[in-house]
C-alpha cells in the first residue's frame, strides 16, 4: 500500500501531469467559448427559388428563359444553438481525445523514469520488482482516471453553462442523468486502459515515443486491417476502445460492419482489457528480468 501511494504521488508531482491537466483545461474552455459565441439562432439563412409559372413566357433577348424577375428569396431560421440532450454524443465525439491523452501522459511518465535511469535503483531490490512494477501500473491507472474525471467535470460544467444561458435545455429523457453517469465511466474507465496501453507500450522499448508511434499506428493500420481481412474483426485493441467509449450498440441503424465486427458493448470492453492485460504480462515479465543498468 505505502508503495502505491508512492508511486501515485510520483505520478502526480510530474510537471508533464500538470501541464498537461492545465492545458486540456485551456482548450475545453477556449472550445467552449467558441460554442458559446456560435450557440443562436441564425434568421438570415435563406435561398432563392423560381416561380413555377414563370419560365416559359419569360425570356432574355437570346430567346433564353430569364428567371431573374420571378425570383424569390424564402428565409428561414436555422436554429444553431447547443442542445444539453447532445451532450452525450459530446462525451463519446472527445473520447478518443482523452484516450491520446491518456497515452501521452502513462508514456512520458515512465519514459522520464527510464530517461533519467531513477528505475536502476528500484531495479537492485530484485525480490520487490513485481510488487513495484504492479504499483507503477496502478498508480498509472488511478492517477489517469482522476484527472480525466476531472476534466469530463470541467467539460459537463461548461456545456451545461452555455446550454443554459443561450442553448436548450428542454427535451432531455428520464434517463438522462443515469446515461450520462455511464457515459462518464466508460469514458474514465477506457483513459484509464489507454494510460495503461501507453505504460505497457513505453515499459518494453523503454522510450515515450514508442507508445505515440504504436498508437498512431494502430489509428491508421486497424481499418485497413479490417476492411483487407475479417479474420481479425472485432480483435484489435484501439478501436474496440473508441468504441467502447462511443457506445453505438444500442442505436436502430447500429450494423457490426460500423464497429469492425463488434456485436456489443461487454465485447468492445473486453478485447482492449484482454490486450491491455496482456502486454502488461510480458512487460512486467521482462522488467522482473531486467538488467541493472
Known amino acids: 500500500m505505502n508503495l502505491f501511494v508512492a508511486e501515485l504521488w510520483r505520478f502526480g508531482s510530474r510537471r508533464v501531469v500538470k501541464v498537461m491537466l492545465l492545458v486540456s483545461i485551456a482548450l475545453i474552455t477556449i472550445v467552449m467559448g467558441i460554442a458559446f459565441s456560435k450557440s443562436t439562432v441564425d434568421r438570415a439563412t435563406g435561398y432563392s427559388v423560381v416561380s ?76 520487490r520488482r513485481v510488487r513495484v512494477w504492479t504499483a507503477k501500473a496502478a498508480a498509472i491507472a488511478m492517477g489517469i482516471a482522476t484527472i480525466t474525471l476531472a476534466l469530463v467535470g470541467v467539460l459537463i460544467v461548461e456545456y451545461l453553462a452555455v446550454c443554459q444561458i443561450r442553448g436548450i435545455t428542454d427535451g432531455t429523457p428520464d434517463t438522462f442523468v443515469v446515461d450520462r453517469a455511464l457515459d462518464v465511466l466508460r469514458l474514465v474507465g477506457a483513459s484509464a486502459l489507454g494510460g495503461l496501453f501507453g505504460f505497457a507500450i513505453t515499459g518494453f522499448a523503454r522510450r515515450t515515443v514508442a507508445a505515440l508511434g504504436v498508437f498512431i499506428l494502430l489509428f491508421i493500420a486497424e481499418p485497413l486491417i479490417y476492411n483487407s481481412t475479417d479474420l481479425l474483426d472485432g480483435k484489435m485493441p484501439l478501436w474496440s476502445l473508441f468504441a467502447f467509449v462511443n457506445d453505438p450498440f444500442d442505436q436502430p441503424e447500429f450494423r457490426p460492419a460500423d464497429t469492425f465486427g463488434l456485436h456489443s458493448l461487454s465485447q468492445a470492453g473486453l478485447v482492449p482489457a484482454l490486450w491491455i492485460a496482456a502486454m502488461l504480462l510480458i512487460t512486467g515479465w521482462q522488467f522482473h528480468r531486467s538488467e541493472i543498468r
Not at 452525450?88 to 472527445?94: A, E, F, N, Q
Open 52 to 127: 413555377e409559372d414563370c419560365g416559359s413566357i419569360v425570356t432574355n433577348l437570346e430567346g433564353e428563359p430569364n428567371f431573374e424577375s420571378c425570383e424569390e428569396y424564402q428565409t428561414f431560421a436555422e436554429d444553431n444553438r447547443l442542445r444539453l440532450v447532445d451532450l452525450g454524443d459530446v462525451l463519446g465525439g472527445t473520447g478518443p481525445l482523452f484516450v491520446f491523452v491518456a497515452i501521452l501522459l502513462a508514456a512520458s511518465c515512465l519514459g522520464a523514469e527510464f530517461g533519467a535511469a531513477s528505475l536502476s535503483t528500484q531495479l537492485l531490490f530484485e525480490p
